[in-house]
């Protein structure tokens, strides 16, 4: 493991180096000396024995209570950092190992992904997995959900089952139960197994992985994915200077076309069925693309559509769809808003997303001090306007507003520009907002 901002707290469990950039000598007092060169031991006593599995020094906490390492070195990032860890319950119930990276000072909690094991025969052979970000929830899905009229679930840990069935259930067939305690007993108990830990730190975001599986990401990456064949060609078609990698499925039925328009493009292609399996929530994924997030400025003169404050991403993609259809390329996202190169946002708008020009301002003052040319018409329930193919506006250049899908436009948005108010049947509240901004982008294109 290479030095790092990192602190790792153990209890009752061992760890291995999985990267060390040290060459490990055979004696152990000179591991220890070298061990002790990068590393600060804050609290606790440990030995160290060698790990035949691993070929690797084992350093393994001595006596109930904690053990502590500091890093004494600092890196920048990015860094990968790996380890394995054992959590064993021989002279307690209950082991568990902790890893700190991130650390403003000392008693930062910093980023932390924490481990734990009870060895309790009514959920046997489970670890549970959490990474906290100061002592808080990475993420706070409930904070989250304030600004959103929906409640997001990102992920914050999870419960890793360490065997598929790590007790027999009465009822079961002889030679099913036979079977079943045959390829269990080939699994090692969490007494012998060596979890892997993963940790990427990069400058806008943070990975968390045990044995290979994610536990919780936090991001601001500049890059994302299309999830699925038909909106990953229209990248490759749009953007192909964005595209730094295609994934691909082996039982993928087009391969033949794909890996064509790679190689005209220069795109590398990977065949990762692990991968795809892993970023995709759905399993007839079979292509994903990785890109490069990309910013564009508006064109000035063409006309636009203005979201303010859009919060759901699988509209936000529908519309990003609905517009290219009726010929509008220019969007303005008034932020805060849903995330344009969310993968399911991309997904929603079928890679209609790589034809558009796409502009993020902080108010909507900001966005008409930079398009004043453009007449502003707003779409609101108490609209004074009431739209009709016969009645449209005519404008040479316009800007046609949409509020949020929860709360519209806020009434401040009457003095601006012409408030326009789309005809319904009395049976409904309001339509809903795709379908609104369907509505405009048809009127609005034929008749200007």
């Known amino acids: 493991m290479k030095p790092a901002i990192f602190l790792g707290i153990l209890f ?18 000179n591991f220890i000396a070298e061990l002790e060169k990068h590393w600060d031991k804050r609290q606790g006593d440990f030995v160290v ?3 035949t599995l691993k070929n690797m020094p084992v350093i393994t906490a001595s006596k ?16 990968e950092m790996r380890c394995f860890v054992r ?53 706070d899905n409930n904070e989250l959900a304030k600004n959103m009229d929906w409640v997001p679930v990102f992920s914050n840990g999870f419960t890793y089952i360490l065997k598929a069935y790590p007790k027999i259930l009465p009822g079961w067939p002889v030679d099913y139960r036979r079977q079943i305690e045959n390829d269990m007993s080939q699994l090692p108990d969490h007494n012998s197994k060596w979890i892997e830990i993963r940790i990427l730190l990069r400058e806008n ?14 991001k601001d990456a500049d890059y994302s994915y299309t999830l699925g064949a038909f909106p990953t060609y229209e990248l490759i078609k749009s953007r192909p200077e964005q595209v730094l990698k295609i994934l691909v499925d082996t039982s993928f039925t087009d391969q033949d076309n794909l890996k064509k328009l790679c190689n005209e493009n220069k795109i590398p292609l990977e065949y990762n069925n692990k991968l795809i399996a892993k970023i995709s ?48 390329y220019d969007i303005a996202i008034i932020l805060p808003g849903a995330d344009i190169y969310n993968p399911k946002t991309v997904r929603s708008s079928m890679g209609a997303l790589f034809k558009l020009n796409i502009g993020q301002f902080q108010s909507f003052s900001e966005y008409q001090q930079q398009f004043a040319e453009h007449e502003v018409f707003t779409f609101m329930l108490n609209g004074e306007n009431t739209l ?34 789309i ?11 795709t379908i609104a901004v369907g509505i405009g982008a048809y009127v609005f294109t034929n008749r200007n």
């Open 12 to 29: 009752l469990a061992s760890f291995v180096c999985a990267e060390n950039p040290l060459k490990i000598p055979e004696d152990f007092s």
């Open 49 to 51: 024995e060698k790990e």
């Open 64 to 79: 109930p209570g904690y053990l502590s390492f500091v890093s004494k070195e600092k890196i920048r990032v990015p860094v």
């Open 87 to 139: 959590l064993r319950t021989f002279a307690s119930k209950s082991a568990h190992a902790s890893f700190h990276i991130g650390k403003k000072d000392i008693s930062d909690p910093g980023l932390t992904l924490t481990l734990s094991l009870t060895d309790n025969p009514q959920y046997p052979e489970r670890v549970n997995c959490s990474v906290r970000n100061s002592g808080k929830l990475l993420h």
């Open 205 to 218: 975001s943070v990975w968390f992985w045990v044995d290979d599986r994610l536990v919780a990401y936090k």
């Open 281 to 328: 929530d759905k399993e007839n994924c079979y292509v994903a693309g990785v890109f490069q997030k990309y910013s564009c400025e508006l064109q000035s003169d063409r006309p636009h559509i203005v979201l303010v404050n859009p919060s759901n991403m699988g509209n936000l993609g529908t519309i990003l769809r609905t517009a290219v259809g009726f010929g509008i």
């Open 388 to 421: 009709t193919l016969q009645d449209c506006p005519k404008a040479k250049l316009y800007s046609l507003v949409f509020g949020n899908e929860a709360t519209g436009l806020d009434d401040s948005f009457l003095e601006v520009g012409t408030s326009i108010f």
């Open 423 to 433: 005809p319904q049947s009395p049976d409904v509240d309001s339509l809903n907002l």
